[in-house]
């Protein structure tokens, strides 16, 4: 299995990203986003604040050479995951369904979060019980999901919501932590789970999300 983790001017967890598939015996490679000539089984979109969020979460980062490949690479039916940052370049994209809003306190939010498991059927989160309650990393100012009312029935008839937050942190609609596409093949979450694969960071957890990839 090989991962690529695309690299934006303002990305600041791609080494944290790498270091987890490493950790897990995946080969992975950081790709600037100025590059097209690249393939993997996985692209990673990871967190930080591309292009240091001007205009909005995103609207720049949507633009670059390299979301063309990552088009091109879900239209062939492969592996996309966006973390943080990464979840808000997928929504700009359209690849997945919603938007992102400034949190409703407007301020930043970086804390541990408990989620709950909505679904695991689906590569990233098999490892999991559904109803599991898990805590991961978070750290963001516009988090707080929205989609309109039939995006929303949608999500939640096709199962395509992944994780919800306990006591919600944002205001984000449904509570929506994590959703995936129609062909669940197309992850975006707002909690890093790169942030949670060592125990010198007090959790593990991040490990069992990611290494739902594995041999996918």
């Known amino acids: 299995m090989k991962v690529a983790i695309i690299r934006f001017p303002g990305t600041n967890c791609e080494f944290d990203t790498l270091f987890a598939f490493e950790k897990l015996g995946i080969q992975a490679e950081i790709i600037w986003h100025e590059r097209q000539d690249f393939c993997a089984d996985l692209i990673v979109i990871p967190g930080g604040f591309s292009y240091g969020d001007y205009l909005r ?27 943080c940052n990464g979840f808000q370049i997928l929504l700009e994209l359209g690849l997945l369904s919603g938007a992102m809003k400034h949190n409703n306190s407007l301020n930043f939010i970086s804390k541990m979060q408990k989620l709950q498991v909505v679904s695991n059927d689906n590569v990233f989160l098999k490892n999991f019980k559904k109803d599991d309650i898990i805590e991961l990393p978070i750290a963001h100012g516009e988090g707080n999901y929205f989609n309109t009312s039939d995006g929303l029935k949608k999500l939640e008839d096709k199962n395509l919501v992944l994780l919800r937050y306990i006591d919600n942190p944002n205001g984000s609609l449904n509570d929506i932590a994590g959703i995936c596409d129609e062909n669940k093949k197309v992850f975006g979450l707002m909690p890093h789970p790169e942030r949670a694969c060592d125990k010198i960071l007090g959790s593990e957890v991040g490990l069992q999300l990611l290494q739902g990839f594995l041999n996918c």
């Open 57 to 83: 979460c995103a609207a720049i980062a949507k633009l670059a050479p390299a979301m063309k490949t990552v088009q091109e690479h879900v239209k062939k039916g492969a592996y996309v995951l966006g973390i």
